[in-house]
């Protein structure tokens, strides 16, 4: 499953330590699990002291670089070793040390990220009120319901399911849920 995490490296190195990263993937052959790096940036109007407006690149978060991994379950030993030992790098967000392997984005807050940089595609989905879905992940996996509403926008549907004995609304996010 492709997920992303966030490298730190040193603040103003971030572009090398994304040029390094793909450079890495090359030579080491792991084009089937680093898929992209990301180094989110966005252009500015300034005004300088002589009242000439300019524009310029300014990165939106100093210091981290998002790489995207295909990673099943707990990252790779391998993977985490030689992305941790590129130059410049310092380390995962999410990694306290001792061995602890560092945690994916939630995909909510990298869809912030990716939709402010212009890389965000919405999903197109075929589900409709009615439909007979079952939810993939989460707390109620596993679970078959009916859909009562969609929401697009915020990407989340409301499932129908039976717990209790009682057809109790569930919010899930559409990702979460298979059409049967």
Do not use: C
């Not at 190195?13 to 792991?30: C, F, N, P, Q, Y």
């Not at 966005?42 to 939106?60: S, W």
């Not at 807050?109 to 439909?131: F, H, S």
């Amino acid at each position: 499953m492709r997920r992303w995490y966030i490298v730190t490296s040193y603040s103003g190195h971030e572009d090398s330590v994304k040029t390094d990263l793909l450079r890495r993937r090359e030579s080491l052959g792991m084009q089937n699990q680093i898929y992209q790096v990301l180094v989110p940036e966005e252009t500015v109007e300034t005004t300088d002291k002589n009242g000439k407006k300019k524009t310029k690149t300014v990165k939106l978060y100093p210091g981290y670089v998002f790489v995207e991994l295909e990673v099943e379950g707990e990252m790779d030993d391998q993977l985490w070793f030689n992305i941790r030992n590129t130059p410049q790098v310092t380390g995962f967000l999410g990694s306290a040390g001792a061995g602890t392997k560092p945690i994916p984005v939630p995909k909510s807050e990298m869809d912030v990220v990716l939709a402010r940089v212009g890389m965000y595609v919405k999903p197109e989905v075929d589900i409709n009120v009615g439909d007979r879905v079952e939810i993939k992940s989460g707390s109620f996996a596993g679970q078959i319901g009916d859909i009562a509403s969609v929401n697009l926008e915020k990407e989340i549907v409301t499932v129908l399911i039976d717990f209790f004995g009682r057809s109790t609304p569930t919010e899930v996010s559409i990702n979460d849920v298979k059409k049967l």
